[in-house]
């Protein structure tokens, strides 16, 4: 213990005969910490605090009727994204601020220097806090005025462009929708038309029952001409064995209707058919057409038939040619119906087989054309769907573009102006001062250690036998005179000035900033 208190009583001595350079060091950081403090411009401090509301009583009611936006996530975007270079640059045109900057790279670097000034913080409680520092108070105060309007405007203004954007492209997607609908009903409208037979319903539809009745039709058919062949090879069977029975020539002339009776009666059957499928059907229906083709041909030939008996007749009056035989007359006139009987017959039972041909076709092509047609069906249905959904989409979109319109959504209310403060926030001077007096004690004590260390001195007996590492045999006292006395009392008072003139400078530096503050 007694060797520490030693060694400090030896660094001590050291440093007080080193005191002056301490002092010196001490006074040229006071001078260089006054001058930098002096030159620190005053900072002033705008700011302004601005309450969103997000929520709304309407939430509730308008649940499901309108597209409600995320409100709370909207302000974090834009609290987030809001102090970007685009908007900076734009907050120092509305501020005049760009007018301080003579070249490009200035102004990048004011830019930079205002997005690392401006504090944007807050978000609980929906409560957000704009500062700003400025050498300029009322500079300051207006570009946080201008940044409390920008946030407030962006805020409003993306909600609406986002709804007017969304409500565009739902408007475009509808109309693009109502061009596919309209081309799929037309597709499906020619398309029935181009197939109109085959997507019959009823009984044009009934394939099956359509072809078993033609195939009994057509076995009936078949039946008649087989009969009226057999008739046919009879008469031509007569006509060519000569097997004629003879008449009296002086029978009296037949009427025109008496000579042709089964053409009048098969004339008049066909008539009848063609009044009863009439009643069924159309002019253009097969059986219908046939019918009237097999009447006129049968009235052609009782036309040419009562033309020959008449034409015979006067022959035989004129007594030219050979005597004619009536009842010849009549077998070639019901050979001759024949004949036509069997054409017509033989013209039917093509006219079936052609319509079951055509029937069982469109039975093997319904299914293919029903798929298609299923299918171009189910397309349009599922473009309605959506068609349907984009409109409701719409209505809601509109719905909640009215209702953010009418400020149902984010509310920005201004709970604090922007204001800026009388005073500067920085620097704080008082304290700055006082870290310059430490700083400067500091380095007059660390300056009078450190120049000791280099340059020792010997101030007693064990010092000198530590340095010298000689034994010390004694050692002899120094008498001061008066005039050494009054040279040391001169040096003590010259140093203790000038620590004084220290003090007091940094005391009137202290007394000077508080009344500048306090003024």
Same mark, same amino acid.
């Given at each position: ?10 660094? $001590? ?14 006074? &040229? ?52 994204? !809001? ?15 760009? $007018? ?95 197939? #109109? ?25 078949? &039946?008649? $001409? ?67 083709? !097999? ?136 304290? #700055?001062?006082? #870290? ?8 007059? &004590? ?26 010390? $045999? ?46």
């Amino acid at each position: 213990m007694d060797e520490l208190l030693r060694q400090l009583i030896t660094i $001590l001595r050291g440093m007080w005969h080193r005191r002056w350079w301490g002092l010196a060091v001490a006074w &040229l950081i006071g001078i260089v910490g006054g001058v930098v403090i002096w030159n620190i411009p005053n900072r002033y401090e705008a700011s302004a605090r601005v309450f969103v509301d997000t929520d709304s009583l309407l939430k509730p009611l308008i649940s499901g009727l309108a597209i409600a936006p995320n409100i709370n996530q909207q302000v974090a975007m834009i609290t987030r994204t !809001l102090v970007s270079r685009p908007n900076i640059e734009k907050l120092m045109r509305t501020s005049d601020m760009d $007018l301080l900057a003579r070249t490009q790279a200035e102004k990048e670097r004011m830019v930079d220097q205002l997005m690392r000034d401006i504090r944007f913080a807050g978000g609980r409680d929906n409560i957000y806090n704009i500062s700003y520092r400025d050498t300029s108070p009322e500079r300051a105060r207006r570009v946080v005025q201008n940044f409390v309007s920008m946030f407030v405007e962006t805020g409003l203004g993306d909600k609406r462009r986002d709804a007017e954007s969304a409500i565009r492209f739902v408007d475009d997607q509808i109309k693009n929708f109502e061009a596919r609908i309209e081309e799929s009903e037309r597709r499906i409208r020619d398309f029935r038309l181009a197939n #109109m037979e085959l997507l019959g319903t009823g009984q044009s539809g009934n394939y099956f029952a359509q072809i078993a009745a033609l195939t009994e039709d057509l076995n009936r058919v078949n &039946l008649e $001409l087989r009969s009226a062949e057999q008739s046919r090879d009879a008469l031509k069977q007569q006509l060519e064995s000569g097997d004629v029975p003879s008449m009296l020539p002086s029978l009296p002339t037949a009427p025109a209707a008496s000579l042709t009776p089964e053409l009048d009666a098969r004339i008049e059957a066909q008539k009848r058919q063609v009044d009863e499928l009439l009643r069924r059907y159309t002019e253009q229906h097969p059986d219908i057409v046939a019918s009237r083709r !097999l009447i006129a041909q049968l009235e052609a030939e009782r036309k040419q038939a009562i033309e020959e008996h008449q034409k015979a007749r006067k022959e035989e009056g004129k007594g030219g040619g050979a005597p004619t035989n009536p009842v010849f007359q009549q077998i070639k006139i019901a050979l001759s119906e024949a004949e036509a009987n069997v054409a017509a017959l033989r013209g039917r039972v093509g006219e079936i087989r052609s319509r079951i041909d055509r029937l069982q076709n469109a039975a093997k092509r319904r299914p293919e054309v029903e798929q298609q047609i299923a299918q171009m069906e189910r397309e349009l249905a599922m473009q309605r769907r959506n068609y349907d959904a984009l409109v409701a989409r719409r209505q809601q979109a509109s719905m909640g573009q009215e209702v953010e319109a009418s400020g149902i959504g984010a509310e920005f209310r201004l709970i604090e102006p922007p204001r800026a403060s009388p005073k500067p926030v920085f620097p704080d001077r008082m304290a #700055m001062v006082l #870290m310059v007096f430490g700083l400067a004690i500091a380095g007059g &004590l660390f300056t009078s250690f450190a120049y000791a260390q280099v340059f020792p001195t010997v101030a007693d007996t064990p010092t000198l036998r530590q340095i010298g590492n000689r034994p010390v $045999l004694g050692s002899v006292s120094m008498l001061m005179s008066g005039p050494m006395l009054r040279r040391r009392r001169i040096y003590h008072a010259a140093f203790g000035s000038a620590v004084a003139g220290l003090m007091a400078f940094y005391g009137g530096w202290l007394a000077w900033i508080a009344w500048t503050l306090n003024k």
